[in-house]
Structures are given as structure tokens and as C-alpha cells.
């Protein structure tokens, strides 16, 4: 009788495989993907926005590559309806999402000033601070707030 690893398929692939170069150029490809998405994609004036982590297929090593992202659009009526468009993209480029939860933007560019605010019925409070900081990244000269009023 042939003893099973009670580690599983994963360990057997690493300790058969290590090197194996197909799984490196696939591992390469998810990350330039995840790398090629961008941190924030968000309209101008007042809009629902989502918070959502993003991540590859789990790693040789067993790490998952993730970022967050953001994204508000007018075009919008519900949190859902942003989250579903987004998520559809990019599992089509095989990569997988969570919705981390919602709110409000109210992004005014011609005065340099950003207001995140509100939660999401649906998906719950997003982390606002968390929000703040990804939103600085782009748009560094702009005055951000963060408010858990509103809706």
C-alpha cells in the first residue's frame, strides 16, 4: 500500500516540482496582471464607491498575491453594481476579488478635495482610513477626509 502525505497534493507538487518553470512563468503572469490593475479608478463629484481586495492564484511557496482597490462611479446605482462590473473584469483576467464593503465619495477635483464617507446596505462600512490612504496614492495634493456620517 502506497503511504498518502496527510499534507496533501500541494506538498507532493512542491517536493516534485520545485523548479518546474511553467508554474514560475504562471505565477509571473498572475502578478504582472494583479500589478497592471489600477489602485484607484473613481469619477468626479458624488458617488457610491467599493472597497476590494483583489488576489491571484495561491503560489508554489502557498502565498496569495492580493492589493486593494477602489472604485466609484457615477454611473452607478448600487454598490453591487460597481462591485459586479469590476469583479467580472478581472476574473476574465483570472484573477479573484472580495468586496471589503462601501460608502460614499465625494471626489471635487477642481478643489483639490476628497470627502469618503457612509457605508454600503449590502457590503457594510468599508475601512474609510484604509480608503484615504489608497486615494492619497493617486491623488497626493488633494485634501482627504474621512467621515462614518452620511449615507
Known sequence: MIPICRLGAKHI????????????????????????????DIDEGIFKYVLIKVYGKEQ????????????GFNRAQWHSDIYDEVSSALL???????????GRIEN???????????????YG???HIETRRLLLGKY????????DEGY
Not at 507538487?13 to 494583479?34: C, E, Q, W, Y
Not at 471635487?108 to 449590502?122: A, E, H, P, T, W
Not at 497626493?140 to 467621515?147: F, L, Q
Open 108 to 122: 471635487r477635483s477642481d478643489l483639490k478635495q476628497i470627502k469618503v464617507y457612509g457605508y454600503s446596505q449590502g
Open 125 to 127: 462600512k468599508a475601512d
Open 60 to 71: 508554489i511557496d502557498g502565498s496569495t498575491p492580493e492589493k486593494l482597490i477602489v472604485r
Open 140 to 147: 497626493p495634493d488633494h485634501n482627504i477626509t474621512c467621515s
Open 13 to 40: 507538487l512542491r517536493k516534485t516540482i520545485p523548479g518546474n518553470a511553467v508554474s514560475r512563468t504562471f505565477a509571473k503572469m498572475i502578478d504582472a496582471k494583479l500589478d497592471a490593475v489600477p489602485v484607484v
Open 92 to 102: 476574465g483576467l483570472g484573477l479573484e476579488t472580495e468586496c471589503l464593503g462601501g
